[in-house]
């Protein structure tokens, strides 16, 4: 692919899409093994890309393409409430977002877009181009393509299309690392075959296997983490891994044609776990959390016998913590009275960023109202938002511990945690050179409809990088 921009007066747009993946390893740790990225990053534009609160897969890469914030696209994690009862969440699908994508514009404008892999992009919309759904997809028994007849087209060139490594919470390494390698090798080959075959303005694809090596192999290399062992026999993984992906980055680009501008970004970035907070565990202990009868072993919260008509609150586990207050004339059995919402809040605030570790070591945890962090609250939001120790320590939902701290995961082995900054590298566009300060994701979509000469929604809730 050549390193300088050709003028067209039908621009394309190329955003490759890396989940998790996290500049502390692509711009240092690894630089000298990844020359692919290295040569993009030193003649074009780079630059930490900070993701939203929470930084997590949905709502980010929605919030990346339609250039809102979660709380205006009411999606606050891969599960919400759907109502006020006290049922366990829903699965965010493509039908919970309603605002419109990049893709949308430029149809409107007579674009042709492709798109693959974006979450949350199951079931796939219509639109002006081809999709291929994400990794919410069950399985290829599903329509998971548009049009639907791009499906059979699909397996035919690869077979068994790979939506995700299933069940990545193992403790067989080398099959899921083997699986991990086949997920991206699989995504690049497709998104090669559609960029070659189908016509397109706007291309963006997403691959998940970096987030899936991460949360399987951190502890492997990260000398800092609680679980390290040194000479095991995955040390080098994440390495040959990320060496692996410029490879793939290498040959993907040397199709590209030479006028095209090209976006490397990732929805977050990715660090060590240190342990977890049982937040329910901890909502017992402070007496805001009611149970008729005690849990048997680890259970799950959803079936726990809760004692709801004396309950204050109760949390989600996950990389981080929605919390959630049992409110008077809103929920069924509210306890809180509306005229003390605030307050309750406020005290629950103080004491989770108070909690500190098990030895009462200060973690640095924040808590959210979301009305404070967002530009609209819609849907049924959390009450609190609640990051853990910088993102080093994550939520614990399940109940039975006897303890506030776990140093394990509770839904299978899991080392990392987020990060709040992802990257950004820009190549071929002429305004983004040399380090970018001040990027957020929810720019990408204002940036790609400007370096396309498309019109800028007035509703979008940032602005251009450029």
């Not at 891969?78 to 419109?100: G, H, M, P, V, W």
């Not at 083997?178 to 997920?183: E, G, R």
């Not at 120790?389 to 776990?406: M, Y």
Request: with cysteine; net charge negative.
């Amino acid at each position: 692919m050549a390193w300088f921009k050709r003028k067209n007066r039908n621009p394309k747009v190329l955003v490759i899409g890396l989940d998790c993946v996290t500049p502390q390893l692509v711009f240092d740790q690894f630089s000298d093994d990844m020359p692919t990225f290295t040569n993009l990053k030193n003649q074009g534009g780079y630059g930490l890309l900070e993701s939203v609160i929470p930084p997590i897969t949905v709502p980010a890469w929605a919030c990346m393409t339609t250039g809102m914030h979660p709380g205006t696209l009411g999606i606050y994690g891969f599960r919400n409430r759907a109502s006020y009862e006290y049922d366990k969440l829903s699965i965010t699908t493509s039908a919970n977002i309603q605002e419109k994508a990049i893709w949308d514009y430029l149809g409107e404008a007579g674009k042709e877009s492709i798109i693959m892999g974006i979450p949350p992009g199951f079931p796939p919309k219509q639109m002006r181009g081809h999709a291929i759904s994400c990794f919410l997809t069950q399985d290829t028994s599903a329509a998971f393509t548009y049009p639907p007849e791009l499906k059979d087209e699909i397996q035919t060139y690869v077979g068994d299309y790979q939506f995700d490594v299933r069940n990545f919470r193992t403790d067989d390494k080398q099959w899921l690392l083997d699986q991990i390698y086949q997920l991206t090798e699989q995504r690049f080959r497709v998104a090669s075959h559609l960029m070659t075959t189908k016509p397109w303005d706007f291309f963006m694809f997403v691959d998940m296997g970096p987030d899936r090596l991460h949360h399987g192999f951190w502890k492997y290399f990260d000398k800092e983490h609680i679980h390290h062992e040194p000479g095991n026999p995955f040390e080098n993984a994440m390495r040959e891994y990320y060496r692996f992906l410029d490879n793939q980055l290498k040959f993907f680009l040397e199709q590209v044609d030479d006028d095209v501008q090209v976006l490397i970004v990732s929805d977050h970035g990715a660090k060590r776990m240190d342990g977890g907070i049982c937040i329910n565990e901890w909502l017992m202990q402070e007496g805001f959390l009611k149970l008729n009868k005690p849990p048997e072993g680890i259970q799950r919260f959803e079936e726990l016998d809760v004692d709801w008509a004396n309950t204050i609150a109760w949390g989600e586990g996950g990389y981080y913590s929605r919390i959630f207050l049992n409110v008077q004339g809103r929920e069924p059995q509210g306890k809180i009275p509306s005229a003390e919402y605030e307050s309750v809040r406020d005290e629950l605030i103080q004491k989770l960023e108070a909690l500190g570790d098990e030895h009462d070591n200060d973690i640095g945890t924040k808590v959210y109202k979301p009305q404070d962090i967002y530009h609209q609250v819609n849907g049924i939001a959390p009450d609190l938002i609640t990051i853990f120790g910088d993102l080093h320590w994550r939520s614990v939902g399940t109940v039975g511990w006897n303890t506030v701290w776990v140093h394990e995961n509770d839904t299978g082995p899991d080392d990392a945690n987020h990060a709040q900054h992802g990257i950004l590298v820009a190549h071929n566009i002429k305004p983004m050179r040399g380090k970018l300060e001040g990027l957020h994701l929810t720019q990408i979509t204002p940036t790609v409809l400007k370096l396309m000469n498309q019109p800028l929604p007035s509703d979008l809730e940032n602005s251009p990088m450029f």
